[in-house]
């Protein structure tokens, strides 16, 4: 890979600039904040490429991305478009000499990661996902927790997310453009939890619901799954399980529980909870989590270009949680656990 001589000759460019939760304008904030220098952005809607204008005076606005990708300097281009498009652009770019992020998840299927990972090596391009919550505070102060022996040993982390909830009519309640329950926060919950076990996997087997909420839904039949649970097995006898739901009526304390041989550890985006031993009595310690550190991404990304700096997200990390909610799907629909292919 060609190293560049200054963060500022990264010439960053977004690919969706609409607007839910603004995310175009954070990337490009993001990178800037890195040292980049935003320079393009390309989005179909004329009234988000008229706002990306305004947050940027002077940078280019494209609605065709062959033109973007023809005529436009910019050689970072991060994918902020719904997930079953992101292999196919992904592909696109690298194909014309950019180097990639991806927004999460990094794409819907394993066959398409490693599609992707292919094409990043052979051109000899970046390529990584957009995993900033691998610095969140929460997961920050529990690895810090757990590696202190607080717990002892890690026996199983428990993931789970949702409620009792009519799922939204945006694209992300559509299973094929979504790729499911499991695809947004479960892709989160994973990266937490791999950094947490970091070991080879065995097995997973998946179970979902559908049917509760489709008929309430624009997507109907294609709507998601109600509810989706996994449970991974770890070759060192270790195992997790990923609960996501809407069909869940008492949503359970955190969004992590990571059980160890002295203790456990719970917690949320905002607080922990340690739960220890002392003699015959039980402890309970709660407090909040540090602030999260998610500029490290794009930092990490603007070091890797410049001085060579190893990349904390490759796109072999970023494979991880996919493969394993591809598997989970698969293993609902087939009946049966499934083995993971690695390459």
Request: aromatic share 10%.
């Amino acid at each position: 890979m060609k190293k560049l001589k200054q963060a500022k000759d990264i010439k960053a460019a977004v690919i969706g600039y609409g607007g839910a939760f603004n995310m175009g304008k954070w990337h490009l904030d993001e990178m800037r904040k890195a040292g980049m220098t935003p320079t393009a952005v390309c989005e179909l809607n004329p009234g988000r490429r008229e706002a990306a204008q305004k947050d940027f005076p002077g940078i280019e606005t494209w609605r065709d991305l062959d033109d973007m990708l023809k005529r436009s300097a910019a050689n970072l281009v991060s994918i902020i478009t719904p997930h079953n498009t992101h292999a196919a652009i992904a592909l696109k770019c690298l194909d014309r000499g950019r180097h990639v992020v991806c927004e999460k998840p990094f794409a819907i299927s394993t066959a398409e990661c490693d599609a992707m990972i292919a094409a990043a090596k052979r051109k000899k391009l970046l390529l990584s996902t957009y995993h900033n919550r691998h610095w969140d505070g929460c997961i920050l102060q529990a690895l810090k927790t757990i590696r202190s022996g607080a717990i002892g040993d890690v026996i199983r982390v428990e993931m789970h997310v949702g409620g009792w909830s009519l799922p939204g009519d945006w694209w992300r309640s559509s299973k094929s453009i979504s790729g499911g329950i499991l695809y947004d926060w479960g892709v989160h919950l994973l990266e937490y939890a791999l950094q947490i076990m970091d070991a080879d996997i065995t097995e997973v087997a998946g179970f979902s619901k559908k049917g509760v909420w489709a008929k309430q839904c624009k997507w109907g039949r294609d709507t998601n799954e109600d509810e989706a649970f996994a449970t991974i097995r770890f070759a060192s006898g270790k195992w997790a399980t990923l609960f996501v739901s809407n069909l869940d009526s008492k949503p359970r304390e955190g969004m992590l529980e990571i059980a160890g041989t002295k203790g456990a550890y719970i917690f949320d985006l905002s607080f922990w909870t340690l739960i220890t031993h002392k003699d015959s009595a039980t402890v309970s310690t709660r407090g909040k989590n540090p602030t999260s550190e998610g500029w490290r991404f794009y930092q990490n990304i603007a070091d890797r270009l410049v001085k060579g700096t190893g990349l904390v997200i490759t796109p072999e990390w970023a494979r991880r949680p996919i493969h394993i909610i591809d598997l989970a799907c698969q293993s609902a629909r087939k009946g049966f656990a499934l083995r993971p292919v690695y390459r």
